[in-house]
């Protein structure tokens, strides 16, 4: 199993900033792509970004240019970095992580973008 932690969300004006962190422990070995997803209210679960192992990056139309992907040295943290914050990014941003053993899933942390 794989436990993801999350990090980072909060209230936020439109226009600004804010850096999400999702620390994986527990069987990470081959932790082959990590990723943000997002859930907005009445709405279906929704990709945002993926980086691989070897550092390869996939974005959501919506926030590109806007939100950066990252991993840490030991490929076992993932971080989103996002500006210019959209009353449209408010959502509760999920931390994803796929290896041989699952595709594994965190809790979730609400980000708020006011108007």
């Known amino acids: 199993q794989v436990q993801l932690v999350e990090s980072g969300g909060g209230l936020v004006q439109a226009g600004g900033s804010l850096r999400l962190s999702c620390a994986a422990s527990?069987?990470?070995?081959?932790?082959?792509?990590m990723g943000w997803y997002r859930q907005a209210p009445g709405k279906q679960r929704e990709l945002v970004a993926t980086i691989t192992l070897g550092g390869l990056t996939n974005y959501a139309d919506s926030v590109k240019g806007r939100f950066t992907i990252s991993r840490d040295a030991n490929k076992d943290t993932v971080y989103l970095q996002m500006n210019s914050l959209k009353p449209e990014d408010t959502a509760v941003y999920y931390c994803?992580?796929?290896?041989?053993?699952?595709?594994?899933w965190g809790q979730g942390t609400q980000v708020t973008v006011s108007s």
């Open positions: 994803n992580a796929l290896n041989p053993l699952g595709n594994f």
């Open positions: 527990g069987s990470i070995y081959r932790l082959n792509v």
